[in-house]
Each structure stands twice: as structure tokens, then as C-alpha cells.
């Protein structure tokens, strides 16, 4: 098995030459064969007709009692002989003339003719032999014929010399012709190899070429180039996203710093519960961040977690029932029997970023509405508030990581800026799409998921 693999060639060049020069040497190979078993059939053939046609002509003569002592030789025909039943020799062509018998062959009882291939003349060629029996008047005679097998010979001889220079010749052409186009049809593959090879983690600007043709190694040329154009984008992404991760965490950090070291210069007890506070609340704030920050890894990461049918309207009452000190009400407008296929708590965790993020913006106002669209089998959840509303140009950047809008900067109020982004992802993991739509007073963010199939059970 080992040696096999160490013959058997490596490159996928020389595996099609290989294949393709083996491959036209078995069909040669069988043509030929055929080419020469057909050839000989067909002189045989014709030898054997010439024969017989002139055994059957002297037959008819003796048959008649007019046989000559000296028969004429027809077209094809190379000697004639007539004997007896006694292995006399009763007529000859001239050829023949004095000699004896040239076989013993006759037809078996019940047959007129047998056929044989011989040397009569112990020559260097062939004899084609027809035997015929015939009744004379003075009893049953034996007409032998015979045609030469020379021209046959020679023509299968001739035959099989051109198949055995012409075959390895043109197997030769295809292997040189195979290993040709083969190695410019994987010249473009060769020079995306070596590209790739070049590209490391600080290169990831490059591309492969693409080749002018329009064939498969182009298609793949331009898949290459996308997934790493994908690739970029999503190293430049975590590039970011550890430098802005980084940042927000130094900010908490250091205050936690500052404030434990003005504890110590200024150890008054009578300002202990103060700064015990304000510590609690940079640690909460800090331990929140941190949370955000795993689950962004997590859904990044793509980590399997248990889904099943959920009932949307029951995960939206439960979830705005369990939210407490909420500075502006939650109105509930929501249509009964839709069902979404996914994860409890990832799904209640997106409804509570929307949720904090229109209670951070609202005025006096916030809704929270659902309702299935037939037309495209989705399920649209909504969360509208009466506040400043988000620009034109920012309803797509809102959903990036760390994005904090000009009202929204302070981080008192407006976060980290992961809770946004946070939906978003967890919307993508449930094939679904979170959008920022147009509304005329305030700010509409919308959730829509496919439908669940009907019938699907309730865990």
C-alpha cells in the first residue's frame, strides 16, 4: 500500500497526464484489437470465398462427368486438385500437376465441404483449403481448392507494425498534449497558491488574481477573494472591538482606583458609606460590562444553545411584568398565537436591551407591539418611544459595538453602547433582522423572526 502511494504521482498535473494517457491507451488497445481481428476476418473471408467458389465450379463439372485432366485456375484461386475415393489424383491445375494428394481433410457424412488453413507447398506462406465432395458417374471425388494467405498475412503483418509505432506515438502526443493544458489551466491555481501563502494577519489587505477567463478557477479566484475580504472585515472587527473593550474597561477601573486611594489618604468613617456606594456601583456597572462583553464572545463564537417554539406574546408579559422602577410605563399592544422557534433567554435578553434603550430616550411614552406578517411568514416585534428619535444616518450605525449617539454619550445614561449591538446578533442567530425604522414622533426598533411551522409543540 505504501509503495503504491509512493509511485502513484502527487501532483494533480501529472494525475491527469497519468489518467488521461491510460485511459487512451485502453481505448487504443481495444481498437486495435478489433481493427486487426476484423481485418483478418474479412481476407479470411475473402479467401475463403475464392476458394470455395472455385471448388464448387469443378464440382459441378464432375459432377456432369466433363472434368478435364488439366484445370484451368479461375480469378483468387491458387491450385485446384481432384482425387478419388482411393487418393488417386484424377484432375490438377497445372501447379499441381504429378504431385500428390495436398490433404487427407474431407467433408464428415452429411457435410459437402470442409475448410483449413495449411501449407500444402510447405512454402513460407498460407494456404487457404476448401475440400468439396462431388459425385462422379464412376463414383465420389474430393475437389480441393486453395487461395493464398499471403496478401493477408502481409496485411495483418503491416497492420500490426503501424498500430505498434503509430499507438505509443500518439499516446506520447496525448501525454504531451495533457500535461500542456493541464499546466495552463493550473497556472492561475498555482498563482493563488503562492498569493495566499503570502497573506498573514497583518496582510490581509491582499487579494489573489483573478484570471481573465471566465471558468471555474476564476469563480474561485473571486470566492477566495470574498472570503477573505470577510476575513478582513471580521480581524479589523475584533481589532476594534479589543481596543474599544479596553477602553471601557480602563474607564471603570480607574475610577474604582481613585476612589479606593482616596479612601486610604482620607480615612474618615463618616465617608465610608458614600464612597462604599459609589464603588458598589462602578463594580455593578463594571461586572455588567464584563457580562456584555462574554456574550458578544459567545455569540460570536456561535455556541450551540437549546431553541424550541416560544410563544411571543407570553415572553413579552413576562418579561415587561419581571422589569421593575421603570421610569416610563410599557404599553402592551400584542396579537396572540405567534410562535418563533429559539432561545428563552437569549430572546428575552434582546427585548430587554430594547426595552432599556427606549426607557435611557423615551419622554413619556413607550410601546411595545407585536404582530405576524403573513406576506413574508415573519413575526415583527416592536418597541416605539416618544423621544428625540434616531437620524437617517445613524439608523445603521446604532447597532454597531461601542456607538453612542450625541445625546446619548454621556455613560451615566447611555451605556456602553452594546446593548443595541447585542440584539442585533442575537436576532442574526435566530435568522432574523433588527432594523431601526422611521417613526414621526420618536424612535421605532424593530425584531422580525420566522414563523414557526404550524403544529410545532410548545416545550
Not at 422602577?325 to 398565537?337: A, S, T
Request: overall charge negative; aromatic content about 2%; hydrophobic content about 45%.
Amino acid at each position: 500500500m505504501r509503495l503504491g502511494r509512493r509511485l502513484w504521482p502527487g501532483s494533480v498535473r501529472a494525475r491527469a497526464t497519468l489518467g488521461a494517457t491510460a485511459v487512451v491507451a485502453v481505448a487504443l488497445a481495444a481498437a486495435s484489437f478489433a481493427l486487426l481481428g476484423i481485418l483478418h476476418s474479412n481476407l479470411q473471408r475473402s479467401a475463403n470465398d475464392a476458394a470455395t467458389q472455385q471448388a464448387d465450379t469443378v464440382g459441378r463439372l464432375a459432377t456432369q462427368g466433363k472434368l478435364p485432366d488439366l484445370l484451368p485456375l479461375a480469378h483468387g484461386a491458387d491450385f485446384i486438385q481432384v482425387v478419388d475415393a482411393e487418393g488417386r489424383v484424377v484432375a490438377a491445375s497445372q501447379n499441381l500437376s504429378g504431385r500428390p494428394p495436398v490433404g487427407h481433410v474431407r467433408p464428415h457424412r452429411g457435410e459437402l465441404r470442409a475448410t483449413w488453413s495449411g501449407e500444402p507447398f510447405h512454402d513460407e506462406h498460407r494456404q487457404r483449403i476448401v475440400a468439396v465432395t462431388a459425385q462422379t458417374p464412376t463414383g465420389k471425388v474430393t475437389v480441393y481448392a486453395g487461395t493464398s494467405l499471403r496478401d493477408a498475412d502481409q496485411a495483418d503483418e503491416i497492420t500490426a507494425v503501424a498500430l505498434g509505432i503509430g499507438t505509443p506515438l500518439l499516446l506520447a502526443t496525448v501525454a504531451l498534449v495533457t500535461w500542456w493544458v493541464t499546466g495552463r489551466a493550473l497556472r492561475p491555481v498555482e498563482a493563488i497558491r503562492s498569493e495566499v501563502a503570502e497573506i498573514t494577519g497583518h496582510a490581509l489587505h491582499r487579494r489573489v488574481p483573478v484570471p481573465d477567463a471566465q471558468d471555474e478557477v476564476a469563480r474561485l479566484a473571486r470566492t477566495m477573494n470574498a472570503t477573505l475580504d470577510r476575513l478582513e472585515d471580521a480581524v479589523v472587527r475584533q481589532r476594534r472591538f479589543i481596543a474599544d473593550a479596553s477602553h471601557e474597561l480602563r474607564s471603570p477601573i480607574t475610577v474604582l482606583r481613585t476612589q479606593l486611594e482616596v479612601a486610604l489618604a482620607h480615612p474618615d468613617p463618616a465617608l465610608w458609606p458614600d464612597l462604599v456606594s459609589e464603588v458598589l456601583e462602578d463594580t455593578v456597572r463594571l461586572q455588567d460590562l464584563a457580562a456584555d462583553l462574554l456574550l458578544l464572545a459567545r455569540l460570536d463564537a456561535a455556541e450551540p444553545v437549546e431553541s424550541g417554539p416560544l410563544e411571543l406574546a407570553d415572553l413579552c408579559r413576562t418579561t415587561v411584568a419581571a422589569r421593575h422602577g421603570d421610569r416610563v410605563p410599557v404599553g402592551l399592544r400584542l396579537e396572540p398565537g405567534i410562535t418563533v422557534e429559539g432561545n428563552r433567554g437569549r430572546l428575552t435578553r434582546l427585548l430587554t436591551n430594547l426595552l432599556d434603550n427606549a426607557q435611557r430616550h423615551a419622554d413619556e411614552h413607550i410601546e411595545l407591539a407585536l404582530h405576524a406578517d403573513a406576506a413574508t411568514g415573519t413575526a415583527a416585534l416592536e418597541v416605539t418611544d416618544d423621544g428625540p428619535g434616531i437620524p437617517d444616518a445613524d439608523r445603521d450605525r446604532v447597532f454597531e459595538r461601542f456607538t453612542r449617539l450625541d445625546d446619548a454619550r454621556s455613560r451615566d445614561l447611555g451605556g456602553a453602547g452594546l446593548g443595541l449591538a447585542i440584539a442585533r446578533d442575537i436576532a442574526t442567530h435566530h435568522h432574523g433582522t433588527l432594523t431601526a425604522e422611521p417613526h414621526p414622533r420618536g424612535a421605532r426598533i424593530v425584531a422580525r423572526f420566522p414563523l414557526s411551522p404550524p403544529g410545532a409543540e410548545m416545550p
